[in-house]
């Protein structure tokens, strides 16, 4: 079965860390990029970051920048958000998105259920 599962998420206090993690199974996970993407309570998707399929190459929306890091582990299947300096804005469902082979930062491709991020004092 072609899935992608999150997890890690959690209640953080403001200025706390979160690593996310996603492990993907039914495809050839190296063979894609991958994006992070997240929707807050009321609000449309928002893309967060994104990984070029050898890992080689990240992106960022500005908000992300400098707080967040977007890394992958292609031997087990597996892409990762290290988030830092959380503030209440980020609070959100957060979910991976496979995107092409070629990084486009698509919001919209195969995703998993999502793992909720709450950060709260």
């Known amino acids: 079965e072609v899935q992608l599962v999150e997890s890690g998420g959690g209640l953080v206090q403001p200025g706390g860390s979160l690593r996310l993690s996603c492990v993907a199974s039914?495809?050839?996970?190296?063979?894609?990029?991958m994006n992070w993407v997240r929707q807050a309570p009321g609000k449309g998707l928002e893309w967060v970051s994104g990984?070029?399929?050898?890992?080689?190459?990240?992106h960022y929306e500005d908000f992300a920048q400098g707080r967040f890091a977007i890394s992958r582990d292609n031997a087990k299947n597996t892409l990762f958000l290290q988030l830092n300096r959380l503030e209440a804005e980020d609070t959100a469902m957060y979910y991976c998105?496979?995107?092409?082979?070629?990084?486009?930062?698509?919001?919209?491709?195969?995703r998993g259920q999502g793992t909720q991020v709450t950060v709260s004092s």
């Open positions: 998105v496979r995107d092409q082979s070629y990084w486009s930062g698509s919001l919209y491709g195969l």
């Open positions: 990984i070029t399929s050898d890992g080689l190459i990240t």
């Open positions: 039914g495809f050839a996970f190296s063979t894609y990029a």
